[in-house]
């Protein structure tokens, strides 16, 4: 691109570049991932930064299909039971709104922008997880097994985690998949086998047990 080009474009992509049909309030910055599900933008909107989830005609027709839902109608409602519960909200992205359900506009979930890394990045820079991400892991757990809070291992396996003073706090983002029912064990409550109690002590099941396998592959001797 040369620099005439550069000047009049901005440092943004316009949504036409993009593929989409956006409001001129939102300013889209660059790609942050594409999948066979979406197509994931940062932008800015409101004098904020925040994604754009744009979803693939593909995706709209499956969920259409299997929930007889709109996908970014069932992705927002599902982002704000968690961000209902005050014991998620600082783990749970800010859903925005959702844009483009009345054919106006390309369909898109508007979310928080969440500035981080991945679990695995983390477990890497630290050696291992610091215990207090373990123990977040546990509370949204517990939080979401208290309040019936179903497919909370899919919720969790994808996870941005966000620097917070000392801190590492792990946030949920990827709010489109469909809950499946937790797969029944022969005794005790799903809450306990988590914990490893009613199995084997120390065996965690679900995503904190594949969270103890990221942080084990880190852990230094
Ligand atoms: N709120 C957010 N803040 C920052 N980055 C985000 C946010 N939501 C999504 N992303 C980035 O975009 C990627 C894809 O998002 P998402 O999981 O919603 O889409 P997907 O279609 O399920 O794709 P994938 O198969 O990669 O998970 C994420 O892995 C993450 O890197
Ligand atoms: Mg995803």
Same mark, same amino acid.
């Given at each position: 691109?040369d620099a005439?080009?550069? +000047?009049?474009? $901005?440092? $943004?992509?316009t949504?036409? +570049?993009?593929?989409l049909?956006l409001?001129?309030?939102i300013?889209?910055?660059?790609k942050?991932?594409?999948?066979?599900?979406?197509?994931v933008? @940062?932008?800015?909107?409101a004098g904020?930064?925040?994604?754009?989830?744009?979803?693939?005609?593909r995706?709209?027709?499956a969920?259409? @299909?299997?929930?007889d839902?709109? #996908?970014?109608?069932? +992705?927002?409602l599902?982002?704000?039971?968690?961000?209902?519960?005050?014991?998620?909200?600082p783990?749970?992205?800010?859903p925005?709104?959702v844009?483009?359900?009345?054919g106006k506009?390309?369909?898109?979930?508007?979310?928080?922008?969440?500035d981080g890394?991945s679990l695995?990045?983390?477990?890497?820079?630290? @050696?291992?997880l610091?215990?207090?991400? #373990?123990?977040?892991g546990?509370?949204i757990a517990?939080?979401?097994?208290e309040k019936?809070?179903? $497919?909370?291992?899919?919720?969790?396996?994808?996870?941005?985690?966000?620097?917070?003073?000392?801190n590492?706090?792990p946030? #949920?983002?990827?709010?489109?998949?469909?809950?499946?029912?937790?797969?029944?064990?022969?005794?005790g409550?799903?809450?306990?086998?988590r914990?490893?109690i009613?199995?084997?002590p120390?065996d965690?099941?679900g995503?904190? @047990?594949?969270w103890?396998?990221?942080?084990?592959?880190?852990e230094v001797?």
């Amino acid at each position: 691109m040369d620099a005439q080009t550069q +000047e009049t474009q $901005g440092p $943004g992509i316009t949504a036409a +570049e993009a593929g989409l049909d956006l409001p001129t309030d939102i300013e889209l910055i660059e790609k942050l991932g594409e999948s066979k599900l979406s197509t994931v933008w @940062k932008a800015r909107h409101a004098g904020a930064d925040v994604v754009v989830k744009a979803y693939s005609k593909r995706a709209e027709s499956a969920w259409r @299909k299997k929930l007889d839902k709109n #996908i970014a109608v069932f +992705e927002m409602l599902q982002n704000r039971a968690f961000r209902h519960q005050p014991d998620l909200v600082p783990y749970t992205a800010k859903p925005i709104r959702v844009i483009g359900q009345d054919g106006k506009y390309s369909l898109c979930f508007l979310q928080e922008y969440i500035d981080g890394v991945s679990l695995e990045d983390v477990a890497r820079q630290e @050696k291992g997880l610091p215990g207090a991400v #373990i123990r977040t892991g546990e509370t949204i757990a517990r939080v979401c097994e208290e309040k019936k809070i179903p $497919g909370v291992d899919q919720f969790m396996a994808d996870v941005i985690v966000r620097r917070q003073g000392d801190n590492w706090v792990p946030v #949920i983002h990827d709010f489109k998949h469909i809950p499946e029912e937790p797969r029944k064990k022969a005794a005790g409550s799903p809450l306990l086998a988590r914990f490893g109690i009613g199995s084997r002590p120390g065996d965690a099941t679900g995503f904190l @047990k594949e969270w103890q396998k990221i942080s084990r592959r880190y852990e230094v001797a």
